[in-house]
C-alpha cells in the first residue's frame, strides 16, 4: 500500500469538489489517499470515501489570529492529516523551519498525522544534504512514527522536471538514515500517471505528493489505482 495525497493547492471550486468526490468515491483504490483541498472546500468533503487533510494550519488551537485555521478545528471538521511547511508557504508566507516544527507540534497533539515538507532550490542543488539536514535539524529528537516527510525538491514543483531514479533513492536513503526507519517519505515535483509508477518503485519510497496532476480527476484515478 502506498500513500497518495492530492494537494490542490489555491484551486478548486464547489462544484469541481463534488465532481471529484463523486467520481473518486467510485474508485476502489488499496492505497491510502488522502486529499487536501482548501480549506474553505473541506466541508464539502463529508461523504468523501477516503481521508482528507489541509494544505497548512497554525500552531495554537485557538485565540486572536485572525485568518489562520486551528489545527483542532480542521480535525474536528473531519481532517487526519494537514501538510505543513510547504515550499510555497516557505517562500511566499515566510515561514521557517522554527514555525514549522511549531506547526508539526499542534498538529501532532491535536492528533493529525502531519506530512512535513523539505527539499532544495535550484540555485542549491549541489548543497542538498546540508539544506534538507538543516530543515529536519529540530525534528531530530523527536518521535517520528506518526509524522510523514515529503521531500519535494523546489526546482521539480510544477516544472515537468523530476530527479532521477538514482538521485532520488540517493536522497530517500539519506532521509532514511537521519529520520529512522519507520518514517515515511513521500516523493513530491512534477508527479502525473507517466512518472508516477517509475517513482514509486524507487527504494524507500513510501507515496506521491502531487499537485497538478491531482487537479485532473482522470489522472488521479490512475495514480490511485496503481497497484503495489
Ligand atoms: P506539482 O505536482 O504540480 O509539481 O506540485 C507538487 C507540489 O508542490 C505538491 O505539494
Known amino acids: 500500500m502506498k500513500i497518495i495525497v492530492a494537494n490542490w493547492k489555491m484551486n478548486g471550486t464547489v462544484a469541481f469538489a463534488d465532481r471529484f468526490i463523486e467520481e473518486i468515491n ?3 483504490s488499496k492505497n491510502l489517499a488522502v486529499v487536501c483541498p482548501p480549506a474553505a472546500l473541506i466541508g464539502r468533503f463529508r461523504d468523501f470515501r477516503y481521508k482528507i487533510g489541509a494544505q497548512n494550519c497554525f500552531s495554537e488551537n485557538e485565540g486572536a489570529f ?8 480542521l480535525k474536528e471538521i473531519g481532517c487526519e492529516y494537514v501538510i505543513v511547511g510547504h515550499s510555497e508557504r516557505r517562500a511566499i508566507f515566510g515561514e ?8 508539526w507540534k499542534a498538529a501532532i497533539e491535536n492528533r493529525l498525522t ?12 549541489e548543497n542538498w544534504r ?7 535539524k529540530l525534528f531530530l529528537n523527536e518521535t517520528l512514527s506518526e509524522t510523514i516527510f515529503a521531500y519535494e525538491p523546489v526546482w521539480s514543483i510544477g ?24 518514517t515515511r517519505l513521500l516523493y513530491g515535483g512534477s508527479v502525473n500517471s507517466q512518472n508516477a509508477e517509475q517513482i514509486l518503485n524507487c527504494k524507500n519510497v513510501s507515496g506521491l505528493l502531487i499537485g497538478g496532476a491531482s487537479l485532473k480527476i482522470d489522472e488521479f484515478k490512475k495514480i490511485m489505482e496503481m497497484k503495489r
Open 114 to 125: 502531519p506530512i512535513v515538507c523539505v527539499g532544495e532550490k535550484a540555485n542549491e542543488r
Open 26 to 28: 467510485l474508485v476502489d
Open 96 to 103: 521557517t523551519d522554527e514555525s514549522v516544527f511549531k506547526k
Open 130 to 136: 546540508e539544506i534538507l539536514s538543516g530543515q529536519l
Open 159 to 182: 516544472t515537468g522536471v523530476i530527479p532521477t531514479k538514482e538521485s532520488i533513492e540517493t536522497v530517500f536513503e539519506f532521509l532514511k538514515e537521519l529520520l529512522g526507519n519507520q
Open 66 to 73: 485572525t485568518g489562520e485555521n486551528s489545527p483542532k478545528l
